[in-house]
């Protein structure tokens, strides 16, 4: 079956440097690549995506890049702040059906 | 105010009973999405929906009911066969092509 791999499981980074989230995905078929955001006790919010027609794509601090060939694809946050201390979960699309998603990653930005 | 909501919030159950998780979404989308979250974990799906009338079984469908009788609506039924219900559960809409929008969730609670 479909397989989503999400590396770090934590990561802590001080306030104001970057942080990066890796996930790797198994179907070469997939094309659309979403990355969500999970505050404690709350539903899981879309903060970017990317499609395979591009390799990168940036909102603000937030940003994407997609390697197709080696399957991959990382979530980059700059300048980061304690507002982004949260859960974040990669996905990839399972042949338009539903979803596969990474197990997780949790952020923690120290003031 | 367009979205998708649960409800309840918090749900207690004693054990034997079935108690439904509602779901509604005001988007117009297709296809709707339970899945199931424990403490730390990722996300498991339990059932999905492409279209009315239909659904089909996710990764750990085994204690649960759906029904879709109607596109707005997509209620979950956790029957007294799921034998370790404590859990948070998420529901989750979208239109073919797009990424999944998510409610805020239920927080399950076997007494």
């Known amino acids: 079956g479909e397989n989503v791999e999400q590396h770090p499981s934590t990561l802590s980074v001080q306030e104001g440097d970057s942080a990066v989230i890796k996930c790797t995905y198994s179907d070469s078929a997939s094309n659309y690549f979403p990355w969500y955001k999970q505050e404690l006790g709350k539903g899981p919010q879309l903060i970017i995506d990317?499609?395979?027609?591009?390799g990168e794509k940036k909102d603000q601090r937030i940003a994407v890049t997609l390697n197709k060939t080696a399957k991959h694809f990382s979530l980059h946050i700059t300048e980061t702040q304690p507002e982004d201390s949260a859960v974040y979960f990669c996905?990839?699309?399972?042949?338009?059906?539903?979803?596969?998603f990474g197990p997780g990653t949790r952020l923690s930005v120290l003031p | 105010d367009g979205g998708i909501t649960q409800s309840p919030k918090y749900l207690f159950r004693k054990e034997g009973q079935n108690v439904t998780l509602s779901c509604e979404q005001n988007?117009?989308?297709?296809?709707m999405y339970w899945y199931r979250q424990d403490p730390g974990q990722g996300l498991r799906l339990i059932y999905y929906?492409?279209?009315?009338?239909?659904?089909q079984k996710g990764d750990i469908a085994e204690g649960y009911s759906v029904s879709r009788e109607k596109k707005e609506s997509f209620p979950l039924t956790v029957t007294s066969a799921q034998k370790n219900p404590t859990a948070f559960y998420l529901c989750a809409s979208t239109s073919q092509g797009d990424t999944q929008y998510f409610g805020p969730g239920t927080r399950l609670t076997v007494l």
């Open positions: 929906s492409q279209i009315v009338n239909d659904f």
């Open positions: 990317i499609r395979s027609n591009v």
């Open positions: 996905a990839e699309d399972n042949y338009g059906q539903n979803f596969v």
């Open positions: 988007l117009n989308h297709d296809a």
